[in-house]
Every structure is written in structure tokens, then in C-alpha cells.
């Protein structure tokens, strides 16, 4: 049976590849996964990061598990803070975006759905 590992950890950081500022790692695992219709991401955030921008999707939904630390999830309506393991589901038409608490934090992203399907919404905060 054909599969392939990785370690997220060794996944290039594609926030310092496009130039984000310090205390955020972005390692998009799609690509050395070998995935077509599914994705993980990790995210590392210092201590009261805030992701810049927020976005949406056309049709994948998504899934964020804090490992470690706490965040906030920021949605266009309103938000909801997240502890170690906790995970929130959120549809694709929901616009969303994060800030680590004040011990930073490590997530997962889970998505199902094609490459390019997300939207990048500038000065969602």
C-alpha cells in the first residue's frame, strides 16, 4: 500500500518563505504528503500573535486542534477561545482568523478539498 510520512516539524516554513514577520511558522504538508483532496497544516504562534489577514473557502471545511498553549479564533461575527485539544470545525464560507494567547500556540489545520480553493481576506482584524 502506497502512503507516505512526514514530519510537519521539517516542513518548510512558508511564512518565512512569503516574507511574514516574526512568531508565526506556517508547514503546509500537502505537497510532501502527496495529497490532491485533503491537507494539514501546522501553525506555531509566539506569545499574542495575531495572523494578519483572515480567509474563506469555496467548498473546504476545516478543522483546528490547539496542541499546546490557547488562541483565539476570530470570525466575522464574533470569536471563541480555544484551549490545549481543543478543536473547532468551521464551514467553508465562514471567514476566520487567529491570535495566540499569551503562551503562544501550536495548532493543526485539517482541511478536505482542492489546492487553491481558499480566499485571503487583507485587514480582516
Known amino acids: 500500500m502506497p502512503h507516505t510520512v512526514?514530519?510537519?516539524?521539517?516542513?518548510?516554513?512558508?511564512?518565512?518563505?512569503?516574507g511574514m514577520p516574526p512568531g508565526l511558522e506556517a508547514r503546509f504538508?500537502?505537497?510532501?504528503?502527496?495529497?490532491?483532496?485533503?491537507?494539514?497544516?501546522?501553525?506555531k504562534m509566539d506569545s499574542g500573535y495575531k495572523i494578519p489577514w483572515g480567509h474563506?473557502?469555496?467548498?473546504?471545511?476545516?478543522?483546528?486542534?490547539?496542541?499546546?498553549g490557547s488562541a483565539t479564533v476570530q470570525f466575522d461575527d464574533g470569536s471563541v477561545e480555544l484551549g490545549e485539544w481543543d478543536a473547532v470545525g468551521i464551514p467553508p464560507e465562514v471567514p476566520r482568523?487567529?491570535?495566540?494567547?499569551?503562551d503562544?500556540?501550536?495548532l493543526i489545520a485539517f482541511g478536505a478539498g482542492a489546492k487553491g480553493d481558499a480566499e485571503m481576506i487583507q485587514d480582516f482584524w
Open 29 to 43: 504538508g500537502r505537497t510532501s504528503l502527496g495529497l490532491q483532496k485533503s491537507g494539514v497544516t501546522l501553525y
Open 104 to 106: 503562544g500556540a501550536e
Open 97 to 102: 482568523s487567529f491570535q495566540a494567547g499569551p
Open 6 to 18: 512526514v514530519n510537519l516539524k521539517r516542513v518548510e516554513d512558508a511564512a518565512e518563505k512569503f
Open 56 to 68: 474563506t473557502h469555496g467548498e473546504q471545511e476545516e478543522v483546528y486542534l490547539v496542541l499546546s
